[in-house]
């Protein structure tokens, strides 16, 4: 990776999201009150080679919300932050066109994420409408996952059975 890549995805990923609450944060505060979400990534909760400066920039918007969500809780202003897993964007797109066996490719990703498929968009549009709720006025500071329960898995999955600890078979 360059510097100038790290800068790169820092400024779009970390500074964004600093500039997007120092402009709305002033305006909150003359309302008397706010809602901030912040969009993060299972990715700072989990790494994967070469992905460093996204890791980075994704564990500091996690640092950043629960900083904003502690200064300014008394404001009655809340700040929380969705995590997401894999979902269907870009991205996913991005990743079935480099897989070189798109079978494979949905095969390894369905068998690594306990839900046994990628998330909708509307998985994290739901979380930010909960968040943004009346029924989440007690809610700051937090960091929601949502991602099917792939950063809960331990490992990744075997293609083969095996016995719990209980000794019955797992499916």
């Known amino acids: 990776m360059t510097v100038e890549d790290w800068d790169r995805v820092i400024a779009t990923d970390l500074r964004g999201t600093f500039l997007c609450t120092y402009y709305c944060i002033p305006e909150m505060l003359k309302a008397g009150a706010g809602n901030i979400i912040n969009i993060s990534s299972v990715h700072a909760s989990a790494c994967l080679p070469g992905a460093s400066v996204y890791d980075a920039a994704k564990w500091g918007i996690i640092g950043l919300t629960k900083s904003l969500a502690v200064e300014f809780a008394d404001k009655n202003i809340r700040v929380n932050a969705i995590s997401p897993g894999l979902i ?46 009346g029924e989440a006025a007690y809610i700051t500071g937090s960091n929601i996952t949502v991602d099917g329960g792939m950063t809960s898995q331990l490992i990744s999955r075997a293609n083969f059975k095996s016995s719990s600890i209980e000794g019955k078979n797992r499916t």
């Open 88 to 133: 269907d964007t870009q991205i996913w797109s991005d990743i079935k066109s480099a897989a070189q066996d798109l079978d494979e490719c949905l095969q390894y990703w369905s068998s690594n994420i306990p839900a046994g498929k990628v998330g909708k968009t509307e998985d994290i549009a739901y979380t930010a409408v909960f968040l943004a709720s």
